[in-house]
C-alpha cells in the first residue's frame, strides 16, 4: 500500500481516541520578553546550483564575453570564426571574436548559444540583445527553437573602427524552454564582436523578475551574501573578491567557481562566475526586499576542507584588511570618496547603510582566530559602528572534535559581535535542538545561525536523501520555535542554500527551485515566509499547564519543546498589535489543546494558517508546485480562550488580537 495512504488512514484512526486528551497551554500576555531583532529571519546568497549565472542573474548567454579557459565554450561555431585578444573593447576581459565572409556566397559565418541549459522564452516577451562591435558589416540576430524554426530575427548594421554597443530588441512567438540564439555574418567586411547579451524585458536590474519576487515575498530581515564556500575558494586565486564584481559590467573578470568540480556525481565544467551578479546588484536587492546586507569577506584563508595549508602569511593580510575597509566605504561613504563616488556612479548615490560584516566563512582553529584578530584590530578603531560576525567552524557541536567549542572560546575572547553556526543535520538532530540556546551564555557574543536545513535520511523515506520533504519543513519549524524562544540570543537566522537549477544541482535541500521558464516555492520556502511574515516584535512566555494528581493544584512547563511531539513560542507585534502563538505537531496523531491568553480581556478576532500533509515525504516539484501548501482556516475564540485542533504532522500559526 502507498506509504501516504496509510499515513492517512492511521491518522484518521488515531483521531477519535484523541479528541479527548486536551492539552491547556497559557500565553502570559502581562510580560513581554525580550525584542526580537528585525534580523531575525532572513536568506542567505550563494552561487552554487547555478544560483547567480543561470539563475538569478538574468542574463541568458552563457560566456558572452569568451572569456571561459576553453573561450568556445557554450558557443557552437560555423564558417570562418577566429577568437583574438589585440586592441580589446575591454582589458579584464581580453578576448572577443572576429566574423569573417565565410568564402562562399551561399556559405555563413557565425555562432550559436544554448545559454544555461538551453533558453526559456515566453511568449509575447521581448528579449533584448547587445553586443559590442567594430567593423562594417550586417548581422543576423535569431531566436531558434528547439525544433530549429526561427522563432524571431533582425538585422543590425555595424559600422565604425571603434567599439561600439549596439542594441536590438527580438519578440519570443512562442514558449519554448530550450530556445538557442544565433548571430551570424551576412554581408560586409570582417566584424568584431565581444560581451554578446541577451535578457528578458522584464528583468529587474538585471536579475530574474520572478526569483526577486519569491525573495521579496519571503519578507527577509536579513540578506547574507555572496555565499560561504565560495567565498574562500578552493585556491587563493578563485577566492571571491568582491572589487572584481563592481564597475561596469563587460569589465568585471571571470572568476572559476567554487563548485564546478567539487562534486564528482554532478560535475559541472562550464560552473563559472562571470561577476554580473556583484556586490553593487546585491546591496541594491537586499534594499529593494527590505533586508539588512550581510557581505562576507575573506579572512585570508582558502578553503580549509581542500587544502591543509590554507592561510596566507599573516604579513600578507594587509590586502585583505583594505577589502573590508574599502567596502564599507563602497557601502556607506560619501560620494567625495573614492569607493562612494564609484557607488554613485553606478547609480546610487545614498550610501546602503551598512551594520553587519562577516569575517571568514566556515574557517576553524589558531589560523582562523589569528587572521581575524588582525582584522578586528583595524575595523573596530576605524569603524566601530559595524557589527562583526566569527565563525563556529563548519559544524553545530564537536562530534567531528573539539573544533566548534573552540572557536567558540576564540571568538568570545576576540569579542566578535555575532558568532556564525551552521548546521545539516537529520531529523532527530533538529527536533533535539530545539532547547540548544536554552542554556547559552547570555553575556557572550550572540548567535547567526548562518546556515541550516534539514536533511531527512532514514528507510521510510521513498524520496532521494536531501529533498526538501514535507518532513524536513516541520523539523525546521520545531527547531526554529527554540530560535524564537531564544531572540535575546539568537538574532539572526538564513536557511540555506537558497536556490536550485532543477537541471544544474549540485547540492540539495535547496529552499526555491527553478527551471528556465518557472520557479517552486518548496515546503521549507513556506515555513520560512510564515516566521517571517510572523516576526512578532518580542517574545512571550509561554507554557504547558498540567494538573496535579489532586485535579486542583497545576504546575507549568516551560519550554514545550518536544513533548509528547509537541513544540510552541509565542510573540507579540507591538506594531500591528497582535498576539501570535507557532505550533508545531510531529506526531502521527492529532493533538487537541486548549490556549489561553492570560493578561486579557476577550479576544476580538483570530486567524490561523494551517500548514499540514498527511504524507511526510510530499514534495513541491516544478511540475506540480502546490502539492504542499499552507491554507487560512477559521478560529473562533471564547472569551481570551481558544480552541485548537492541530492534525498529525502540521505546523499552525494563530493570530489573535
Keep these: 500500500m502507498n506509504h501516504c495512504i496509510c499515513s492517512c488512514l492511521m491518522a484518521l484512526f488515531l483521531m477519535i481516541p484523541n479528541l479527548h486528551a486536551q492539552r491547556m497551554i497559557e500565553v502570559d500576555t502581562r510580560h513581554l520578553g525580550t525584542s526580537i531583532q528585525p534580523t531575525m529571519w532572513g536568506i542567505f546568497f550563494e552561487d552554487i546550483n547555478f544560483g547567480a549565472d543561470g539563475g538569478l542573474y538574468a542574463e541568458m548567454v552563457e560566456n558572452r564575453s569568451f572569456e571561459f579557459p576553453q573561450p568556445f565554450m557554450g558557443w557552437e561555431t560555423f564558417g570562418n570564426v577566429e577568437l583574438r585578444d589585440d586592441q580589446p573593447a575591454f582589458p579584464r576581459n581580453p578576448h572577443y571574436v572576429r566574423l569573417c565572409y565565410a568564402g562562399h556566397k551561399e556559405k555563413r559565418t557565425g555562432l550559436d548559444n544554448h545559454g544555461f541549459f538551453g533558453i526559456g522564452l515566453r511568449e509575447g516577451m521581448q528579449y533584448h540583445f547587445s553586443v559590442y562591435a567594430r567593423g562594417k558589416a550586417t548581422l543576423r540576430v535569431e531566436l531558434v527553437g528547439s525544433d530549429h524554426s526561427v522563432i524571431d530575427?533582425?538585422?543590425m548594421q555595424v559600422g565604425g573602427d571603434e567599439w561600439q554597443r549596439y542594441e536590438?530588441?527580438?519578440t519570443a512567438k512562442k514558449t519554448d524552454a530550450k530556445a538557442f540564439l544565433r548571430i551570424f555574418h551576412?554581408?560586409?567586411?570582417?566584424?568584431?564582436?565581444?560581451?554578446?547579451?541577451?535578457f528578458p524585458a522584464d528583468n529587474w536590474h538585471g536579475l530574474r523578475s520572478d526569483l526577486v519576487q519569491l525573495l521579496k515575498e519571503l519578507h527577509p530581515g536579513v540578506f547574507r551574501f555572496p555565499g560561504g564556500c565560495i567565498v574562500e575558494g578552493t585556491q587563493l586565486s578563485s577566492r571571491y573578491q568582491w572589487k572584481h564584481s563592481v564597475g561596469p559590467a563587460e569589465n568585471r573578470p571571470l572568476n572559476e567557481n567554487r563548485w564546478n568540480y567539487t562534486f564528482a556525481h554532478r560535475m559541472f565544467p562550464n560552473y563559472y562566475q562571470t561577476y554580473g551578479l556583484g556586490f553593487y546588484e546585491l546591496f541594491l536587492l537586499s534594499e529593494y526586499i527590505g533586508a539588512e546586507p550581510l557581505p562576507i569577506l575573506n579572512v585570508g584563508l582558502i578553503c580549509q576542507y581542500q587544502n591543509e595549508d590554507a592561510g596566507v602569511p599573516?604579513?600578507?593580510?594587509d590586502e585583505y584588511i583594505q577589502d573590508a575597509l574599502d567596502l564599507i566605504e563602497f557601502a556607506n561613504g560619501d560620494v567625495s570618496t573614492s569607493w562612494g563616488r564609484l557607488r554613485a556612479e553606478m547609480g546610487h548615490p545614498e550610501p546602503f547603510h551598512l551594520k553587519y560584516l562577516g569575517i571568514g566563512n566556515e574557517q576553524w582553529g589558531d589560523v582562523y582566530a589569528e587572521r581575524l584578530g588582525r582584522f578586528?584590530?583595524?575595523?573596530?578603531?576605524?569603524?566601530?559602528?559595524?557589527?562583526?560576525?566569527?565563525?563556529?567552524?563548519?559544524?553545530?557541536d564537536d562530534a567531528d572534535g573539539h573544533l566548534f567549542t573552540y572557536n567558540w572560546q576564540q571568538m568570545r575572547r576576540l569579542k566578535v559581535d555575532l558568532v556564525?553556526?551552521?548546521?545539516?543535520?537529520?531529523?532527530?538532530?533538529?527536533?533535539?535542538?530545539?532547547?540548544?540556546?536554552?542554556?547559552?551564555?547570555?553575556k557572550g557574543p550572540k548567535v547567526f545561525a548562518g546556515e541550516y536545513a534539514c536533511?531527512?535520511?532514514g528507510p521510510h523515506h521513498p524520496a532521494p536523501t536531501g529533498m526538501n520533504t514535507f518532513e524536513a519543513a516541520l523539523c525546521e519549524a520545531s527547531l526554529m520555535t527554540g530560535l524564537e524562544r531564544n531572540a535575546d540570543i539568537v538574532t539572526m537566522c538564513t536557511y540555506a542554500p537558497l536556490f536550485a537549477h532543477v537541471e544544474g544541482w549540485q547540492w540539495r535541500p535547496d529552499l526555491i527551485w527553478f527551471d528556465n521558464l518557472r520557479a517552486m516555492r518548496t515546503p521549507s520556502y513556506f515555513v520560512q515566509q510564515l516566521f517571517a511574515q510572523n516576526a512578532g516584535t518580542h517574545v512571550l512566555p509561554l507554557s504547558e499547564i498540567e494538573p496535579s494528581d489532586k485535579g486542583k493544584a497545576t504546575k507549568h512547563r516551560q519550554p514545550i519543546a518536544g513533548q509528547d511531539s509537541l513544540y510552541a513560542s509565542a510573540v507579540y507585534d507591538a506594531l500591528a498589535r497582535v498576539y501570535i502563538i507557532k505550533v508545531v505537531n510531529v506526531a502521527s496523531a492529532p493533538q487537541h489543546l486548549s490556549v489561553g491568553l492570560k493578561g486579557i480581556g476577550s479576544l476580538t478576532h483570530c486567524e490561523a494558517t494551517l500548514f499540514h500533509s498527511d504524507c511526510p515525504t510530499a514534495v513541491n516539484?516544478?511540475?506540480?508546485?502546490d502539492v504542499v501548501q499552507p491554507k487560512l482556516i477559521d478560529i473562533t475564540p471564547k472569551g481570551n480562550n481558544l480552541s485548537l485542533m492541530l492534525p498529525s504532522q502540521s505546523f499552525l500559526v494563530v493570530r489573535c488580537r
Excluded at 599573516?314 to 593580510?317: K, V
Excluded at 556564525?420 to 547570555?442: G, K, V
Design 420 to 442: 556564525d553556526e551552521h548546521y545539516y543535520r537529520d531529523q532527530q538532530w533538529f527536533l533535539s535542538q530545539a532547547t540548544r540556546y536554552d542554556s547559552y551564555d547570555r
Design 186 to 198: 551576412t554581408e560586409g567586411d570582417a566584424v568584431d564582436i565581444d560581451h554578446v547579451s541577451l
Design 153 to 155: 530575427k533582425q538585422k
Design 621 to 625: 516539484t516544478i511540475s506540480k508546485p
Design 376 to 396: 578586528l584590530k583595524v575595523l573596530r578603531r576605524q569603524h566601530p559602528e559595524i557589527q562583526i560576525v566569527g565563525s563556529a567552524g563548519p559544524s553545530p
Design 168 to 170: 536590438l530588441s527580438l
Design 455 to 457: 536533511h531527512v535520511k
Design 314 to 317: 599573516l604579513d600578507s593580510l
